[in-house]
């Protein structure tokens, strides 16, 4: 509601000057073959995708450099979101963007932004080039992920997640760990705590709403969760990696 007048004008200004955002998923498709850990495709293209981060038309600073750092954050986020979905490991690529964020935080000219958006990019792309090698995520343990991820804040079970890939729950669970080398229960319950690191940094939601929006039974069982998953609790945690938004 406090920046609905401000919302108004920048939607009214984009519309008149023909500012259009590209779509999600066309965003998303910018990134495939870093996804796909394609080394000599991403060297070939990278002054196309240096270009495209230059050219972008979305203001989010009066100030160019500070204007291209937050663009490099941006990217950052959407690219290991890409790489999650392409099966690195969620602590990995969540990691990997703080690292780039952080660096980025210390850059005073455009320059060594663009140096850092080039050495981030080829950076992903070699560790999805080393994932593709290692493995590859059958269908069903990619469809339990998706699930995952898009149903959170249920009570998610093996029996209803391998209802829902057409398995039996113990192939499932045995195939969900020789392909993640993970525990299918403990995937879900870091799934929670991963997507609850990033509301505790970016947003003001109390914990008791964080709780209810990842399915905990209660505010009280988020916190022992997020306690023994993370080594502190989710005040400590906000008070040490909180990103103000204003």
Excluded at 23 to 45: H, M
Excluded at 168 to 187: A, D, N, Q
Excluded at 198 to 208: E, K
């Amino acid at each position: 509601m406090k920046i609905r007048n401000e919302l108004n004008t920048c939607l009214f200004i984009q519309k008149t000057n023909d500012i259009k955002r590209p779509p999600y998923n066309a965003e998303i498709q910018k990134y495939t073959d870093i996804c796909n850990g394609n080394l000599s495709a991403v060297a070939q293209n990278l002054s196309h995708l240096e270009n495209d981060f230059l050219s972008n038309n979305r203001q989010l600073s009066d100030d160019a450099t500070r204007n291209m750092l937050y663009h490099l954050v941006m990217t950052a986020s959407a690219i290991s979101t890409a790489c999650m979905e392409h099966g690195m490991g969620h602590d990995e690529a969540d990691t990997i963007a703080d690292i780039y964020i952080r660096k980025a935080d210390k850059c005073r000219d455009s320059n060594t932004i663009l140096t850092l958006y080039r050495e981030m990019l080829l950076d992903f792309t070699e560790r999805m080039h080393e994932i593709k090698k290692q493995h590859v995520i059958s269908l069903h343990v990619r469809k339990c992920i998706d699930y995952i991820y898009e149903h959170l804040g249920e009570n998610l079970t093996v029996n209803f997640l391998a209802a829902y890939c057409g398995i039996h729950p113990s192939y499932l669970s045995k195939l969900f760990i020789k392909e993640t080398g993970s525990h299918l229960k403990h995937f879900i319950k870091m799934a929670k705590i991963d997507t609850a690191q990033n509301l505790l940094r970016y947003s003001d939601l109390s914990y008791l709403d964080i709780a209810i929006a990842l399915g905990f039974s209660s505010q009280s069982a988020f916190i022992d969760t997020f306690r023994t998953m993370t080594g502190k609790t989710p005040k400590k945690y906000r008070e040490a990696f909180y990103v103000s938004n204003q």
